[in-house]
């Protein structure tokens, strides 16, 4: 009996696909790469001609190992957004090993996130909402190279940026952006993370207080602007098309949003009627001298600066925004690690346009600062860049990966597909993909990864939820072509990622105690204390191996009771929490560190207060009592 293997019955995929998104249905199915096209049967055609290959010291497919033995530690830090769970995953590459979870927007027990009061109050004053859709994330970059201090993330959902500190690898801080539904591209302003952007994808009323309901052509978008350290919301650009993904120039002066919604629609027809879209170029000088200038309207106690195409402000020579027509419905834009270029994907269309960026200041129409438009295939969403010239685009609806050249499609002319080295399959309908520190100024070109929206017939069947499929490649040996080192499930589902080089980030292991909001408590009697003020009682204790400060408390029913707690460990790896059952708390506690939390006890009873995490052989005994006198 012969059996095909599903997972190259490439046809039947895109026929599904297709079948299943009438958008990307419509697009012509002559440019369909079949499965032929898969490792290296594309490079003799194209020749493989990059002008960067003598650089090339990376090691050969066969050389390479991506396997790393136990107890061996991994080269990069990948942080993969995670989609609408809320969160950040990271991932050690080439391992593809999950290492950790940051919780975002969303509560998360084992860190104790968002039932402690200080990171309570965080989600809470950043709008309440217990969930979030993060996929951005983008770590601060000092001279165009990853400098290890923050990571940046959007909120798709709520119209929020967040902002992770790198040290500590936990949230410190989220803005709500008042004038933004829908944030979606983020990114920093390079060389220098000057200011964070969020990219508003939905457009609304601005501000969006009931006026205009149903008038569309009233609704706008605006590019956020934030400064990262101190992260505080500066000023927001307002423009009357939508806005989708972003990516930055190197030298501080442009940065590049796509637009979809050129045609302003609320439907998906209206959406899809124009032939043509925009990718977007805010110059940043220009629009911080209009924000200088008072040239601004405070709204939602924001400036907002007008950038739509008839605003005076882009008359002249010196326009804020400039807007450039690319086919229907582009999706990601990203900007070449040399800073000449910003390639943006077609999506509706199978080609990615190159946009020479130092042409902006010098063309008077801004679509003469297209230089290139190379024919990828079909459904090109993303383009991420290695160190020798090439670039990587994800093809949502042939399910591949195309890698082209970026000179080549310079010279080549519009349209062409010769620029194309090789398409390789991937498991299916990718998203993002991210090569090593690909959108800094030094890519590392080795390792690539595909984050692949379907993973049908990839793994044990789990029932109808599918985990997503993350892809790693091997891309550091031009002769032999990509090369499919793993899958990797993904839990759903994350949209981006970044990897960064792990010699570039030196977290701590223990906490500073002047690094954090509450004060030390150690284990002198003076510390330790529990002080009552009318129905209030505070009790601030330490903990440790194996014990809290406090063997029992007494509290009457109905208090509100606050509990502080310093874990005195200086161990690394030696983590308590403090749960309470029936009450809803669990307060993680690492090495050194201080939290606190508030609840009220409102039945009386016997509660034991009892560590979640397994910190030694008396972790079982590790425990207190809350004792609840019922009130009279
Ligand atoms: S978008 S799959 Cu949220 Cu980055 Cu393109
Ligand atoms: Cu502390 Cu278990
Ligand atoms: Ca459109």
């Not at 994330?137 to 709520?158: C, I």
């Not at 042939?398 to 000179?407: A, C, F, H, P």
């Amino acid at each position: 009996m012969t059996e095909t293997n599903p997972s190259n019955d490439q046809e039947t995929i895109e026929a599904d696909v297709a079948d299943k998104d009438p958008l990307f249905a419509r697009i012509p199915r002559r440019d369909f790469m079949k499965a032929g096209a898969a490792a290296g049967a594309m490079g003799s055609l194209a020749g493989c001609t990059s002008l960067l290959d003598d650089s090339n010291d990376h090691p050969t497919a066969g050389e390479v190992d991506a396997t790393v033995p136990p107890g061996e530690h991994d080269d990069y830090y990948a942080f993969l957004s995670g989609g609408h769970t809320g969160d950040i995953r990271v991932y050690g590459v080439p391992s593809m090993r999950q290492i950790m979870r940051i919780p975002v927007f969303n509560m998360e027990s084992a860190r104790g996130y968002g039932f402690d009061d200080q990171t309570q109050e965080m989600l809470e004053e950043a709008g309440g909402y217990t969930w979030g859709d993060t996929h951005h994330p983008r770590p601060s970059q000092t001279d165009n190279e990853y400098d290890g201090e923050w990571l940046f993330v959007n909120d798709k959902a709520n119209g929020r940026m967040a902002r992770i500190d790198l040290e500590y690898f936990e949230t410190d801080a989220i803005i709500d952006l008042p004038n933004q539904q829908g944030t979606h591209g983020a990114c920093a302003l390079m060389p220098d993370t000057r200011y964070v952007f969020g990219v508003g994808e939905l457009r609304v009323p601005i501000p969006n207080d009931g006026r205009d309901l149903d008038d569309p052509s009233e609704y706008g978008s605006t590019l956020s602007a934030m400064s990262p350290d101190p992260f505080d919301h500066e000023w927001d650009v307002r423009v009357d098309c939508n806005l989708d993904n972003g990516d930055s120039g190197k030298e501080g002066e442009w940065f590049f949003t796509t637009s979809y919604n050129s045609e302003e629609g609320v439907t998906e027809e209206e959406m899809t009627s124009a032939d043509t879209d925009y990718v977007v170029a805010f110059n940043i000088p220009r629009i911080e001298d209009a924000v200088e200038a008072g040239e601004y309207d405070e709204i939602n106690g924001v400036p907002v600066v007008d950038g739509t195409e008839d605003s005076p402000l882009n008359d002249g020579d010196e326009p804020l925004v400039r807007y450039i027509d690319v086919p229907t419905n582009p999706h990601g834009v990203s900007v070449t690690p040399d800073g000449e270029y910003a390639i943006a994907s077609g999506k509706l269309d199978p080609t990615c346009t190159i946009i020479e960026i130092d042409q902006l200041n010098e063309v008077d129409d801004p679509n003469d600062a297209i230089v290139g438009r190379v024919n990828v295939g079909n459904g090109p969403l993303h383009t991420a860049y290695d160190d020798r010239g090439h670039a990587y685009t994800t093809l949502f609806v042939d399910s591949q990966v195309v890698k082209w050249d970026i000179e080549d499609a310079v010279d080549a002319e519009m349209g062409s597909e010769d620029p194309v080295i090789e398409k390789h399959d991937v498991h299916y309908s990718p998203g993002h993909l991210i090569a090593a520190e690909s959108y800094t100024g030094s890519p590392q070109g080795d390792w690539l990864i595909v984050l692949n929206k379907l993973s049908k017939d990839r793994f044990l069947p789990v029932g109808p939820v599918f985990p997503e499929n993350d892809q790693l490649f091997y891309i550091g040996d031009d002769d032999a072509g990509m090369e499919l080192v793993k899958d990797t499930p993904a839990y759903p589902e994350p949209h981006d990622a970044s990897i960064v080089r792990a010699d570039r980030l030196d977290p701590a292991s223990v906490y500073d105690p002047d690094d954090l909001e509450l004060d030390y408590i150690s284990a002198d009697d003076e510390d330790n204390f529990i002080e009552r003020d009318g129905d209030e009682v505070h009790i601030e204790m330490y903990n440790t191996r194996n014990h809290f400060g406090f063997e029992d408390i007494t509290v009457q029913e109905g208090d509100e009771v606050t509990i502080r707690t310093t874990n005195i460990e200086e161990e690394e790896d030696i983590l308590h929490s403090l749960a309470i059952p029936q009450h809803d708390v669990n307060v993680k506690t690492a090495p050194q560190e201080t939290r606190e939390v508030t609840f009220t006890a409102d039945e009386p009873g016997v509660y034991w207060i009892y560590c979640a995490y397994f910190c030694s052989a008396l972790h079982l005994e590790m425990r207190s009592r809350l004792l609840v006198e019922p009130a009279d």
